[in-house]
């Protein structure tokens, strides 16, 4: 196990100061109550700031809900999975022998659950910044994906698009209040959708600024929810 430990080491580019981690991060539940539940909890916090930390840092110009998108999109069960199968996990994780008989070192859940785990591994045994460097070296095609599809579609347009695929009636935006001076006009814009049976409303120096402010409440609010 030892040498299987190295060379997975080596896959991972990075040498655990404490191996009894590394097999804890790789330990299924199905090897009984000592596993790598906690570990992966620990991983799944860690795995979202270093994405958050590198989206924010790249992307200066992207609203808060693209941001939101662009992450929800690196961190999904389905991107954690191809992650574990470029390390090549599914060789050394340990399963009980159920698991092992039927095959679930290639069940994309377990796989997914074991990177978070390896992660947190990583922050304990060496602290946060080892921990995001090892993010952006198995996340980088991922992460390079992300640069290469960054959103150019504004709210209002996400918006309709979302409700139009699932067969949901459009939004209707209504200003409620427009005041102020001549030179510094604030409209408030409302709006309200079947989906989420609830009304947003934001306030802004024009009407479709403001359109676009309540439309980004709806996507960032529908993408928390599908969280």
Same mark, same amino acid.
């Given at each position: 196990?030892?040498?299987?430990?190295?060379?997975?080491?080596?896959?991972?580019?990075?040498?655990?100061?404490?191996?009894?981690?590394?097999?804890?991060?790789?330990?299924?539940?199905?090897? $009984?109550?000592?596993?790598?539940?906690?570990?992966?909890?620990?991983?799944?916090?860690?795995?979202?700031?270093?994405?958050? +930390?590198?989206?924010?840092?790249?992307?200066?110009? *992207?609203?808060?809900?693209?941001?939101?998108?662009?992450?929800?999109?690196?961190?999904?069960?389905?991107?954690? /999975?191809?992650?574990?199968? +470029?390390?090549?996990? @599914?060789?050394?994780?340990?399963? @009980?022998?159920? %698991?092992?008989?039927? $095959?679930?070192?290639?069940?994309?859940?377990?796989?997914?659950?074991? *990177?978070?785990?390896?992660?947190?591994?990583?922050?304990?045994?060496? $602290?946060?910044?080892?921990?995001?460097?090892?993010?952006?070296?198995?996340? /980088?095609?991922?992460?390079?994906?992300?640069?290469?599809?960054?959103?150019?579609?504004?709210?209002?347009?996400?918006?309709?698009?979302?409700?139009?695929?699932?067969?949901?009636?459009?939004?209707?935006?209504?200003?409620?209040?427009?005041?102020?001076?001549?030179?510094?006009?604030?409209?408030?814009?409302?709006?309200?959708?079947?989906?989420? %049976?609830?009304?947003?409303?934001?306030?802004?120096?024009?009407?479709?600024? /403001?359109?676009?402010?309540?439309?980004?409440?709806?996507?960032?609010?529908?993408?928390?929810?599908?969280?």
């Amino acid at each position: 196990m030892t040498n299987n430990f190295q060379q997975l080491q080596q896959r991972l580019q990075y040498q655990f100061r404490d191996l009894e981690l590394l097999r804890l991060a790789l330990s299924h539940r199905s090897c $009984g109550g000592i596993n790598n539940e906690r570990l992966e909890f620990l991983g799944d916090s860690v795995l979202g700031l270093a994405v958050t +930390d590198f989206l924010y840092a790249q992307f200066t110009e *992207v609203r808060e809900g693209d941001l939101s998108r662009m992450r929800s999109h690196i961190v999904r069960a389905e991107s954690l /999975a191809q992650v574990a199968k +470029d390390l090549q996990l @599914g060789q050394d994780i340990l399963l @009980g022998q159920g %698991e092992m008989k039927s $095959g679930a070192q290639r069940r994309e859940s377990i796989l997914g659950d074991t *990177v978070e785990a390896l992660i947190g591994a990583v922050y304990l045994d060496s $602290g946060l910044d080892k921990a995001k460097h090892c993010v952006l070296m198995w996340f /980088a095609g991922l992460l390079d994906a992300a640069a290469e599809a960054r959103p150019i579609k504004d709210p209002k347009t996400s918006l309709q698009e979302f409700l139009q695929q699932r067969g949901h009636s459009l939004p209707e935006y209504r200003v409620i209040n427009a005041g102020g001076e001549a030179h510094s006009r604030l409209f408030t814009v409302s709006c309200k959708i079947d989906l989420l %049976e609830r009304e947003f409303t934001a306030t802004a120096s024009s009407r479709r600024k /403001a359109e676009q402010m309540v439309a980004e409440q709806f996507l960032v609010t529908m993408e928390k929810n599908s969280q």
